[in-house]
């Protein structure tokens, strides 16, 4: 047997869990319906297959019909859910995987004008800043009802197969109930700590009499709301002996904070540039006071922190969530001693954020990830050996290079600068995006290993390429910031890419025009607020940086915020003229014939690039396919044709940025779903 302290089995009550690793409650998204189907299913059983321990559905499934879920999650509600529960069990439990799921009773956590138009519940009148929602205060019945619903919920569980529950008790009805600053009730459910959790102790009270003593039942819950007037460290401790006194919790998992502003929330769940682990010693505290087993995930992105964790027994259980959506073979590599293999976790919360924005959880480099159908994360080998030559080493290149590699091909590339990485290098130069290039590094590693042939500081030309004698060509070029978007001056403009890699300095008085509302135009504007500069971030939308998302946006607004920046919404800049040593920034808005004129140092555009397509359309008349892409056959995993022109000599195909402006996550699954089928 193993020494590793991950790899060591644990009892939880009558469960023998198989090693320490586990994946903690999270909703990606994926339901049909409110159900668990096929899509669902495959996300957590190709987990499951890799040998994590337990994985723990769910984020949160709503017990009650006045819990809407704000996006899509599970309906527990519902008797038809448990059929599909049983199918992702009985996967699961398969290869030996355990498998729970957290239930929970949003509270104010969401909005009236969702699923039956119910008005939301809580124990105040008090709004939830991030959605928005007054709810009513809630009354008895409500209560007597709600109970009744989670004991419902719970024994749906059971029935489909779950190893055990999990009650939410962070941000939603049953710590809304804990904490002073959401609780204004008389009587028997407000005033004192007693009396505040007296609802969430008929709720495990009404669930044991439902479902048994031996069914796991666990609970995760803010210990510390870290909030003025709020929980505080000394009230968790007591909460969660008060739960231990009960005898019927089997399991604590521990959350540090608030999730009611995007700040909070990101403080829960940290984002790249935070600190790695920040709550995993204060976790390790509630373990040691109150002897319950304990879980904890926040930022544990790697092996080494993890395994410190189950170690120096600070956790009975080590959750590594985004972890494992960027590598879902964590623990089969960690038993096969290849921990160098395993795609890291780079905190960009691309899965986080999606969600938030009404979307489904992405890994932001493993397009994999939710697509399991669709998708292999491990790669087959090819029938036949071919010649693939690839142009351009961004995240679209390495991609491909990788996939092509690991199909057996023989694989070289071509890349202009002297190093790999493209548009990630530049968004690493930022010390809070470091992580970004792992991204890279993590590519350029892989591809190593597989023999892959780089030749840096090489414009690739047509015969560059041709005398490679290639059966396959991919593009991967990338595009260039496009900042010809005024009537009149775009020479007197530079580009925020000329800002972030150092190549202009900031003026002093600054407009960062973002006609794009994605990162660089944020990121150009800390290089510049941090050089004293006065900074206005400008954009004709009606929010700003809509693709940066709401958890991204926060370490942002907290490097700006304390710094001479303004932030302008829904007015478009239409020209620049010289003013004498300023540029007079001609102003507009899409809403009314509004114009004015004012005077800055430097104009910095954010718009997207155009894509570095020249070699493409020369490369295009010599190949077999003209270039073309069968979207059936990419969407569906077929094989592309190759018959549009005889005289050809090779396949030719462009992804990534190369073909029109779009993120990170489209240029590596561009490559990826292409590649697979070479």
Same mark, same amino acid.
């Given at each position: &047997? ?69 996006? *899509? *999650? ?73 109970? !009744? ?18 009650? !939410? ?22 005033? #004192? ?91 390790? #505290? ?79 480099? +493993? @397009?994999? #990830? ?22 351009? %080493? ?95 001056? +775009? ?31 944020? !990121? ?20 700003? %940086? ?10 942002? &607004? ?22 004498? *040593? ?57 094989? !592309? @044709?190759?018959?549009? +022109?005889?005289?050809? #000599? ?7 940025? %190369? ?20």
């Amino acid at each position: &047997m193993s020494k590793d302290p991950l790899l060591q089995p644990y009892q939880l009550k009558h469960l023998t869990l198989k090693n320490r690793i586990m994946i903690t409650s999270h909703e990606p998204a994926y339901p049909e319906d409110g159900m668990p189907k096929d899509r669902y299913r495959a996300y957590h059983e190709t987990r499951a297959k890799a040998g994590v321990a337990m994985t723990m559905t769910a984020g949160s499934a709503a017990v009650s019909r006045n819990s809407p879920p704000v996006f *899509n *999650n599970i309906l527990a509600y519902k008797d038809e859910v448990v059929p599909w529960v049983k199918r992702l069990t009985d996967a699961c439990h398969d290869h030996g995987c355990a498998v729970m799921i957290q239930l929970t009773h949003l509270g104010r956590r969401t909005h009236w004008n969702k699923g039956d138009w119910l008005p939301s519940v809580s124990p105040s009148h008090e709004r939830e800043p991030a959605h928005r929602a007054f709810p009513k205060q809630v009354e008895d019945w409500d209560i007597d009802r709600i109970i !009744q619903d989670y004991a419902d919920a719970a024994e749906r569980m059971k029935e489909g197969g779950m190893d055990g529950i999990e009650l !939410q008790a962070y941000g939603h009805l049953m710590d809304q109930f804990w904490s002073p600053l959401t609780n204004t009730l008389d009587g028997p459910f407000g005033g #004192t700590l007693e009396n505040r959790m007296r609802f969430s102790l008929q709720v495990i009270d009404a669930i044991r009499n439902r479902v048994g003593d031996e069914f796991i039942l666990g609970m995760r819950f803010t210990a510390d709301e870290d909030l003025e007037g709020g929980l505080t460290p000394e009230d968790g401790l007591e909460i969660a002996r008060r739960l231990k006194e009960t005898g019927q919790i089997d399991f604590l998992n521990v959350i540090r904070g608030h999730i009611e502003t995007d700040p909070g929330l990101t403080d829960v769940i940290p984002v790249q540039g935070m600190r790695n682990a920040p709550h995993l010693d204060f976790a390790g #505290t509630i373990k040691k006071e109150i002897g319950l087993p304990t879980f904890h995930a926040a930022k544990i992105p790697d092996v080494a922190t993890a395994r410190h964790a189950i170690a120096e027994g600070l956790l009975d259980m080590v959750g590594m969530t985004r972890a494992h959506m960027a590598d879902p073979m964590i623990v089969k590599k960690i038993a096969e001693k290849r921990e160098g293999d395993i795609r890291p976790c780079v905190g960009a919360t691309y899965c986080l954020d999606r969600i938030y924005q009404a979307g489904d959880a992405l890994c932001i480099h +493993n @397009p994999a #990830t939710g697509r399991e159908l669709t998708m292999p994360h491990e790669i087959a080998a090819a029938a036949h050996k071919k010649k693939v030559v690839i142009v351009g %080493a961004g995240p679209a290149g390495m991609e491909a290079a990788r996939v092509a590699a690991e199909r057996g091909h023989d694989v070289s590339v071509f890349e202009a600068a002297p190093d790999a990485g493209g548009q990630v290098r530049l968004t690493a130069q930022s010390e809070r995006r470091r992580e970004m290039i792992s991204i890279i590094d993590w590519r350029m590693d892989q591809c190593t290993a597989l023999g892959v042939r780089f030749r840096f500081n090489t414009f690739a030309e047509v015969q560059d390429v041709i005398g490679e004698e290639p059966d396959v060509v991919i593009v991967a070029t990338g595009g260039l910031p496009h900042t010809e978007v005024l009537s009149e001056g +775009n020479d007197l403009v530079v580009s925020a890419w000329d800002i972030i890699a150092g190549d202009v300095k900031p003026g002093k008085r600054v407009l960062v025009y973002d006609d794009a509302g994605d990162h660089p135009a944020l !990121q150009a504007a800390e290089f510049i607020a941090s050089s004293g500069a006065h900074v206005e971030i400008m954009t004709p939308d009606r929010s700003f %940086a809509p693709d940066v998302m709401a958890m991204n946006l926060v370490p942002y &607004m907290r490097s700006l915020q304390d710094k001479d920046v303004r932030f302008t919404v829904t007015y478009r800049l239409k020209a620049a003229r010289r003013a004498g *040593n300023m540029i007079s920034a001609v102003i507009g808005t899409d809403y009314s014939n509004f114009v004015e004129e004012r005077e800055f140092h430097q104009i910095v555009i954010n718009h997207g690039t155009v894509p570095m397509d020249e070699l493409y359309f020369e490369l295009k008349p010599r190949s077999k396919n003209l270039g073309s892409v069968n979207q059936e056959a990419l969407i569906f995993g077929r094989p !592309q @044709p190759l018959d549009a +022109n005889p005289e050809g #000599t090779f396949a030719l195909y462009r992804i990534g940025d %190369a073909v029109s402006a779009r993120n990170t996550h489209a240029a590596i699954y561009d490559a990826l779903r292409l590649v697979k089928d070479i």
